[in-house]
Structure formats: C-alpha cells, structure tokens
T-cell receptor, first 111, second 116 residues
C-alpha cells in the first residue's frame, strides 16, 4: 500500500538554489495538496490542485510553484530557496471532500 | 473564516489511564468534517478518527472516541487505556464538505506524553 509517496525525504539546499519535491499517489484521488509545517505551528497550505492540469494558491504560496501534469503527481518547486523555507513539507491527497491522506514528509533545510 | 482552536498545548497521562484532548472550531457551515490526526516523532501525519457533521452519533475507533457537540462547536478526543505508543502531537482539523477548495484547517496541536 504505497498511498502518498514523497521524494526526496531529506534535502539540504544553499540559499538561491532551486529544487523540486515530487509527490505521487496511487489512490486515484482528484485533490492533491502541499503543506508546510514549522516548529510550534500546525500545517499551513501552500498550494493545492482539484484535478489534473489545475492548481490554486493556499495560505502561504509565495516562493513556491506547483504543477499537476498527471493526475497521480503533484510537484512543488522552489525557484530560489531562502532560509525561511526551511521546513517539513507534506504532500496529501483526497477523493472529493473526504478524508485527506498524508505522505511521510520531506525535511528541507536551506542554509 | 473557519478556525480551529486547541487550548491545551501539552497534556500528560499515565499508561492505561484515559485522557481527553479538547478542540473547538468556528464555522458558519452546516456540512463539514472533523478529524483528529496523530503526529509521532517520525512526523508522519496519521488519521486517528473522523466525524461527519451530519451524523449525531459520535465516531469510535477502538480505544479512540470523540465527543462531538455541534451546537457548542466542540470536538474532543478521548483516548482510553493509554499506551506508550500514543505519545505524539495530536491535531484537530476541520474541512468544509463539498466545494472547490476542500482545504483542511488545523489547530496548533496538543503534545501528549504518556507516563509509564
């Protein structure tokens, strides 16, 4: 049962570098999400998608871009990483307005 | 805007005892879902229990149960026969049913310690 899979699990970036986090789900879910979690805080929504080819901004979208070229994949890109983007990133998916299932998280450190 | 409030930053319980975690929320919607997620030190977000707002019966999953008070906008989680593996951060979350956004709104979490 793969569920929601994120790669990479850990990454260290230098300020100004770019990278892409990949999320894949095998549950045929329409909706996919990217969240970030910072110490002492709950999860905050970065971007989300309600279907293949669609994306929308969440609470904290600045500095990130996303793409949903295939239904099962949702990519999160950082074009020019900043130390403020050091965080744990969670991908999630759901079928309609139902339960949201999360990946295991990706730890990103920007130095 | 919808908000979720967890007023207990930390809780502690003895092994085998019962503990209740509190959650309140604010919404003008009538149809929505409420969730409790568990986040152990591994940081994985694990669904513990789910409640549909239209259901009057409180949800139960083994040792986990909720007390859902719709009028009071309260959604507490009761953990019975606490085990060491229950130690984790617990997040209460709200999600409006239907609609294009379907965003999940989290509280700030309650850190549960289980004492042997």
């Amino acid at each position: 049962n793969a569920g929601v899979t994120q790669t990479p699990k850990f990454r260290v970036l230098k300020t100004g570098q770019s990278m892409t986090l990949l999320c894949a789900q095998d549950m045929n879910h329409e909706y996919m999400y990217w969240y970030r979690q910072d110490p002492g805080m709950g999860l905050r929504l970065i971007h989300y998608s309600v279907g293949e080819g669609t994306t929308a901004k969440g609470e904290v979208p600045d500095g990130y871009n996303v793409s949903r070229l295939k239904k099962q994949n949702f990519l999160l890109g950082l074009e020019s990483a900043a130390p403020s983007q050091t965080s744990v990133y969670f991908c999630a998916s759901s079928y309609g307005g139902n339960t949201i299932y999360f990946g295991e998280g990706s730890w990103l450190t920007v130095v | 805007a919808q908000t979720v409030t967890q007023s207990q930053p930390e809780m502690s319980v003895q092994e085998a005892e019962t503990v209740t975690l509190s959650c309140t929320y604010d919404t003008s919607e009538s149809d929505y879902y409420l969730f409790w997620y568990k986040q152990p030190p591994s940081r994985q977000m694990i669904l513990v229990i789910r409640q549909e707002a239209y259901k009057q019966q409180n949800a139960t999953e083994n040792r986990f149960s909720v007390n859902f008070q719709k009028a009071a906008k309260s959604f507490s989680l009761k953990i019975s026969d606490s085990q060491l593996g229950d130690a984790a951060m617990y997040f209460c979350a709200y999600r409006r049913a239907g609609g294009a956004t379907n965003k999940l709104i989290f509280g700030t979490g309650t850190l549960l310690a289980v004492q042997p």
